[in-house]
């Protein structure tokens, strides 16, 4: 929906990602294409980075996010954040501070940190031109309302929030052991996945052992492992890699 928010002109997204990006632009008309460095990806009709990034754990900084901004405010462009991981790292930088100067929308879910992902329930920061655009291209009744009370919900628990931040940084620094000891070396993530390198045959070694994962067909030496939901998950997953 964000990819319409401009005529169809050149996307450009910051790779390594997820594809849903790159699909909804391309299905919106843009000649779209995933960049693997920043002077690739701006000026552009909409610009897209993930941040923190979907496997890679890549974070921008402030400077380069307010480059970005800049040249896409100068282009006519769209700068596009989308900062679905950021709730469980809330001490990393967001972009929300960008918006009021235009030409930036920051997109949050609900889906990752509060593992609301069935509601299908997300919103997106950006300024009042740029809002009333898409609150149109939505329409009427975009969100149900039982989703946005589970969203109001999930946002005023701040005592449920912290303590799921300190839960997920410990079982991140548990499973990062768990897979060094398997022989997986991880290379990056966030406390909500990371990345790993693994030797051929993990994939399927970790499917038998009723473990899913996320392989990449243009990385076959890597895998996004998730959190462990509990006890018998750890332990499912140090007998797969035993």
Known sequence: MLAALRPPGIARI?????????RAAALAGHETRE????DALTPATLATVVNPDNPTGRVLDARTLGVLAAAQRAAGGLLVVDEAFHDATPEWLTAIPLVPGGAVVVL?????FHGLAGVRL???VAADAVAEHLEALLGPWAVAGPALLAGLAAFADEPWAQGQRVHLRQSAARL??????GGLRVLGGTPLFRLVQAPPGTHARLGRAGILVREFPHWPDRLRIGLPADEAGFARRAGALA
Do not use: I, M, Q
């Not at 949050?108 to 990752?112: A, L, W």
């Not at 990062?176 to 000891?181: P, S, Y």
């Open 14 to 22: 910051l790779g390594p990602t997820y594809a849903e990006h790159a």
């Open 35 to 38: 960049v693997e460095t920043l």
């Open 108 to 112: 949050r879910s609900f889906g990752k």
């Open 122 to 124: 997300g919103f997106a």
């Open 176 to 181: 990062d052991r768990v897979l060094a000891h």
